[in-house]
């Protein structure tokens, strides 16, 4: 007999994990590689976050919490969402997981029917496809293009949608694209939604705090208050506070669904890290002030690596209004050859020949659905984008 399940026949596991792990590889074997491909912050966890989790711990904060959250925890999450959102929700709507990665997967796993329809507008974040394969739906891609600045229009998110459909997939600002939408094109969307009361909302807002220049950020139940009850608005600390390997994440929603999301997470997880809960607590409840710090850095980044990759021919940037990727086309480069003879016939060959070449590592188009282009994450030091930049402008004029 088998030992693998069919199920896994029809996941892959996420490319930008192998394209870090390749790089690292490279990295041990003594070349100079620069990473662009990882998707966390380059600062350290503040202090303050860090010192509320050794209080924890040295106060004996380490057993078993309540399956979904600890309730100083989901009294932080509904402040939080009252304070930056507008929305009211009680402790019994919220939820709390191992990152957001599982409140998502538990989200999926506990209103999937085989069959069942999943909207993720493509450019995507890797894993929303096979999380939703693993839960037994299945994913519906609607284009998000180059011209429309990667965001879905109304046209196609109606296109997309089917009397099988149960979710969209909404996130901005995006992985991969850093598109954030403004208020007036999120309504857009909201509108179609609003004609089809089968269809619910699971929003990521994951990269709310990394929002630059005047974009204002906005989330679909605050901008539509009459899909509030079937709108799961997803978040975490991941991202903002620098807390990937904390691993908390959170949503809140109507209480039937995170219920469900708890009876999932009963049985596979239970709770997540007492300590991060505390430190999430913190996070949540302590000063903010250092947000705002960072995002400047951010913009700065972000200016910096859009403005040298619209410096090469071939290269298209759109310049993005938050998280900290962009996600030039390479549409002009297609067909040409590098200088060590590899031939670019799409977007992973680009990748491929540029971290072989170069030591710059980026994760090809094809993996987050829309080709040919590549993300960059700018989550590193102003030293390190500059050099590969250059590098990356040397290989594509090189290229013939
Ligand atoms: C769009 C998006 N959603 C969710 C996540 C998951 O975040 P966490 O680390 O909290 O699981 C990520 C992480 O890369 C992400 O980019």
Known sequence: MELLSKTLDRVKPSPTIAVTTKAAELKAAGRDIIGLGAGEPDFDTPQNIKDAAIAAIEAGKTKYTAVDGIPELKQAICAKFKRDNGLEYTPAQVSVGTGGKQILYNALMATLNPGEEVVIPAPYWVSYPDMVLLAGGTP??????LENDFKLTPEAL?????????????NSPSNPTGAGYSRDELKALTDVLLRHPHVWVMSDDM???LAYDDFIFCTPAEVEPQLYDRTLTVNGVSKAYAMTGWRIGYAAGPEKLIGAMRKIQSQST???CSVSQWAAVEALNGTQDYIPENNKMFARRRDLVVSMLNEIDGVTCP?????????????GLIGKTSAAGTRIVDDEAFATALLEETGVAVVFGAAFGLSPNFRVSYATSDDALKEACSRIQRFCA???
């Open 140 to 145: 519906v891609i609607a284009p998000a293009t």
């Open 158 to 170: 109606e296109a997309a949608i089917t009397p099988n459909t149960r979710w969209l997939i909404f």
């Open 207 to 209: 990269y709310e705090h």
């Open 270 to 272: 239970s709770n997540p």
């Open 319 to 331: 310049n993005p209004e938050g998280a900290f990727y962009v996600y030039p086309s390479i549409a």
């Open 398 to 400: 090189e290229l013939t």
